[in-house]
């Protein structure tokens, strides 16, 4: 069990944590979160012992290993698989020691503790994890030095959870990841043995990886039960219900203020006057939780372009040797919100660079439209920013005649005020970045956005500014994205890049994620279903039946509605959470985490009902 008990611990002399509190149970898996620059990391550093805490303790059991990926691999000739095995200090000292050992007890001892932590099977786990994380077996026999930061910094992680530290302390894992990777991920982290917490924004890995929310706020800490999605759910409602009571508060404290200025002079009046006045020093102030910034994305809007906007005939695409897609016969018009899907090395990057214009076909047609405009984002741009520079000096140099009003305009449409505009970029984090980044590739206002891993370094609420704004936007989307929620929002056509080829996938994207754990290999675009045969038309009898299935689904919700009410009101109550109470705190978060999955199924089995209903009439 991790303990956090009334901490403190300021930076520069403004406070993060002040008596903040919170107990994580042996084996949890838990998602840290809170707003960028709320003291996430400096928590993780204060867990690990790097910082001295200014108030408070954190205790765990004695002996505990913690571990997380605090840098990658460093470049060097040591295989990947030997560089992970490296990473469980216990196994490799035993190893050593056991071919120089000669005391026959001792020796005993040695290969008993071996035989303890399964160090026979310890090259085969390592294996595992660094396929999961995307090298076959050909790479994971590969010095370290072949591979750039980025694939040294999964070399890292396949080395931590190798190690199986009792707590493992994981910053943003997925920013490094692939979809396949980030897939794998969440499900290893489902079935570790130890206790997980996991700072992330990505809302997939912390609805189905995670056992609760470790939620950072205000200077303080509350643990949360149940997926990220619930918590937000329960946030928004205790939100407000506490944003309710203090309109009412504010309501009751005017009236008695009132009465207090109005009869406080007059003698026959001074007793109740001077009551009110005691009610109202009495009367402690509710304060509603703050609401999360509105983080916004403006894409300026391209005209309408006839269609296809992009056609290839036959075409064929790589760099210096064999082409890496072959025979490619796609087609792209601007109402197109397309996903890219495939394992790391089949070619999403390869096709998303032909589609911007960075690679040229090797043979076949490529046609595009003579006014197509392509905008094109990569993580690596966000490194090729000039950290010297200030936000909008990178504007004025792409656009010297538009006057600073309109460029300042033009960032605070990104998130980006005045005081980050003239931030030179070096300082600035890796959000804000992102954002000039992407501000930059949709300057010229694209009939074509192809975004690759676009919401790296975003936080939960530029997350969702960037699903409002691809929505809203009229040209056409090509995603590569780790982040299942950005896809299941934004894209309409899949496309599998599998064996040099692409084509569309029929399944939908949960399909992908079942055929990507359960390693098939065989995964094959899906033809669509042939038409189903016309149903025979409904009697009346049926009819009538349907309509009460759909009377008595609407009944049932409307109760679960209103248990959800009530216990969200319940819950809204601040003393709830006094630490007394969080025994009973936990037991109303159940139940309310049990009708909440209750009226979830009532709304499925109605919307079956409706949908029958409907076909039949």
Not at 175 to 191: T, V
Request: aromatic fraction near 6%; glycine fraction near 6%.
């Amino acid at each position: 069990m991790l303990r956090i008990s009334d901490i403190s611990y300021s930076v520069e002399g403004r406070p993060l944590l002040v008596g903040a509190s919170a107990t994580i149970p042996t084996g949890h898996k838990v998602g840290l979160v809170g707003r960028n620059g709320a003291g996430k990391t400096t928590l993780f550093r204060l867990i690990r012992g790097e910082l001295a805490l200014e108030g408070g303790d954190i205790s765990m059991p004695a002996r505990s290993r913690i571990g997380g990926v605090a840098q990658e691999v460093p470049s060097s000739s040591t295989t990947l698989l030997q560089t992970v095995l490296q990473a469980d200090t216990e196994r490799e000292s035993l190893m050593a020691e056991a071919e120089t050992a000669t005391d026959p007890h001792r020796i005993a001892e040695v290969q008993a503790r071996l035989a303890d932590i399964d160090a026979w099977s310890a090259e085969g786990r390592a294996s595992s994890i660094l396929k999961g994380l995307g090298f076959d077996a050909e790479a994971q026999l590969r010095p370290c030095s072949d591979f750039s930061g980025g694939w040294r910094m999964r070399v890292a992680l396949a080395g931590v959870l190798f190690a199986q530290p009792d707590f493992l302390l994981l910053d943003e894992p997925t920013n490094y990841l692939d979809l396949e990777g980030a897939l794998w991920l969440e499900s290893y982290l489902a079935k570790y043995p130890h206790t997980v917490i996991i700072i992330s924004h990505d809302r997939g890995l912390l609805n189905r990886a995670v056992q609760g929310i470790l939620h950072l706020d205000e200077k303080k800490l509350t643990y949360w039960t149940g997926p990220y999605d619930q918590f937000a759910r329960q946030m928004a409602e205790r939100r407000a219900v506490l944003q309710a009571e203090a309109k009412k508060q504010e309501a009751r404290r005017a009236h008695l203020q009132s009465f207090v200025d109005r009869f406080k002079a007059k003698a026959s009046k001074a007793v109740q006057a001077q009551s009110r006045v005691k009610m109202l020093e009495k009367m402690e102030t509710i304060t509603p939780p703050e609401e999360a910034r509105k983080q916004v994305f403006t894409f300026p809007e391209p005209e309408e372009l006839s269609p296809p906007i992009i056609n290839l005939d036959g075409v064929a695409v790589g760099y210096d040797g064999p082409p890496v897609l072959r025979n490619l016969s796609l087609r792209i018009d601007q109402d197109d919100r397309i996903a890219l899907l495939g394992r790391n090395g089949e070619g999403k990057s390869t096709l998303s660079k032909l589609l911007a214009g960075k690679l040229k076909p090797t043979t076949g047609k490529m046609t595009q439209s003579s006014k197509l405009r392509i905008g094109y984002f990569a993580q690596h741009q966000v490194d090729e920013l000039f950290i010297d520079e200030t936000p909008l000096q990178h504007l004025q140099r792409m656009r010297p005649a538009e006057g600073q009003p309109r460029l300042r305009a033009r960032l605070a449409g990104f998130g980006l005020l005045a005081d980050q505009a003239e931030t030179a970029v070096g300082r600035l984090s890796g959000g804000q970045k992102a954002r000039l980044s992407l501000l930059l590739a949709t300057l010229e206002a694209p009939h074509l956005l192809i975004l690759d891993e676009p919401t790296n370094h975003l936080d939960m609420e530029s997350r969702e500014a960037l699903v409002e704004a691809l929505t809203a936007y009229s040209g056409a989307v090509v995603l590569v994205s780790h982040d299942m929620h950005l896809l299941s929002l934004v894209a309409d056509r899949l496309w599998l890049v599998k064996g040099g080829a692409v084509a569309p996938y029929g399944e939908d994207l949960e399909a992908y994620r079942k055929q990507l754990l359960a390693g098939d290999e065989t995964t094959k675009p899906v033809k669509p279903a042939k038409a189903a045969e016309k149903p025979k038309k409904a009697s009346r009898d049926d009819i009538l039946a349907m309509r009460a299935e759909v009377r008595k689904c609407e009944d049932r919700l409307a109760k679960l509605n209103e248990m959800s009410e009530k216990l969200a009101k319940k819950l809204a109550d601040p003393a709830l959470y006094e630490p007394e109470r969080l025994g009973e705190m936990e037991t109303w978060q159940k139940k309310y985490a049990e009708v909440r999955e209750a009226t979830d199924r009532a709304e499925a089995m109605w919307l079956r009902a409706q949908e029958k209903l409907e076909s039949a009439a």
